[in-house]
């Protein structure tokens, strides 16, 4: 039996920081940094059956042409992450009055859709970017026993190319999801690895009044290939995404509209008609996967 201590329950018996119960929530779920993108995304719903916040958490669950979706911010960090990914999984894989695990498990369908700032010169302000690969510059899923999961041969690539200072701890490579992939690829959609930092200022290469340890990584981010796999852009959730969902069997994809191009210094003139486009393409998708 799992303790109380471990999986924290509210006096209602909902998981302790989502503040939901496993009725609450879809198999399919829509993750987004900002509480206030929830209802960007389920203005479009035909009808919304349950909302709920708790601290940044806020989510919503409705119908979207026929189909059940949850969508759900998770706030800016791994650490943020950490507690999402854990607490959904708990929601369908224990159960929470006996808290024992299920025999029969769930898998669950989650898309990241967020904005970023993109490293290469090629990849436009306005256009979406598919993480093909998660590259976790955090510590956070090295928690975990992550061997099995991990792309052992991409991520010696870049400590090699970048000639990574190993105490900043050792980064790590996930793969997206097939299945999601598969689902959401398209000709006007660009792949590639979306590396993830623990922050945004120097683990992101931005100097205000502090050195930072290394202050060409950035440079040899945008230069780094393997396999014809480039760094695509930079934020902080989908590496965690991919890691968590992966050592406990759940799909997970991660989308980017993107809205700055750091390699030409340009910023999009309209970053909410991006995001809008990238959220209406999501949904379509997803509905038309029954």
Not at 194 to 216: H, K
Not at 260 to 278: C, H, I, M, Q
């Amino acid at each position: 039996m799992i303790q109380s201590s471990e999986l924290i329950l509210n006096p209602d018996g909902s998981v302790y920081h989502l503040n939901l119960k496993p009725e609450h929530i879809a198999n399919d779920i829509i993750f987004v940094g900002d509480q206030n993108r929830v209802e960007k995304i389920t203005q479009f719903f035909d009808s919304i059956e349950f909302s709920t916040q708790k601290r940044e958490f806020k989510t919503q669950t409705g119908i979207f042409k026929g189909k059940r979706i949850t969508v759900m911010s998770t706030g800016i960090g791994p650490d943020n992450i950490d507690i999402v990914v854990n607490e959904l999984d708990a929601l369908v894989n224990i159960n929470l009055e006996t808290r024992q695990p299920k025999e029969e498990l769930t898998s669950l369908n989650i898309i990241r859709i967020g904005t970023s700032g993109s490293l290469q010169k090629d990849i436009p302000v306005d256009s979406f970017v598919m993480s093909k690969f998660g590259l976790g510059l955090d510590n956070m899923l090295r928690s975990y026993k992550i061997d099995p999961i991990v792309d052992e041969a991409l991520g010696e690539a870049f400590l090699h190319h970048t000639n990574w200072d190993i105490r900043k701890g050792k980064p790590y490579v996930v793969r997206c999801s097939e299945k999601l992939e598969k689902l959401i690829e398209s000709d006007k959609i660009f792949k590639g690895i979306t590396a993830t930092a623990g922050g945004f200022y120097g683990p992101q290469g931005r100097v205000l009044r502090l050195e930072i340890q290394d202050p060409e990584l950035n440079a040899k981010m945008d230069n780094f290939n393997f396999n014809d796999n480039r760094i695509t852009n930079l934020e902080m959730e989908t590496a965690a995404i991919y890691g968590l969902s992966a050592l406990l069997g759940h799909n997970a994809l991660s989308l980017n509209a993107i809205i700055a191009n750091r390699a030409s210094g340009t910023f999009s003139e309209d970053p909410y008609k991006a995001v809008d486009e990238l959220i209406a393409y999501a949904l379509d998708k997803l509905a038309n996967n029954s």
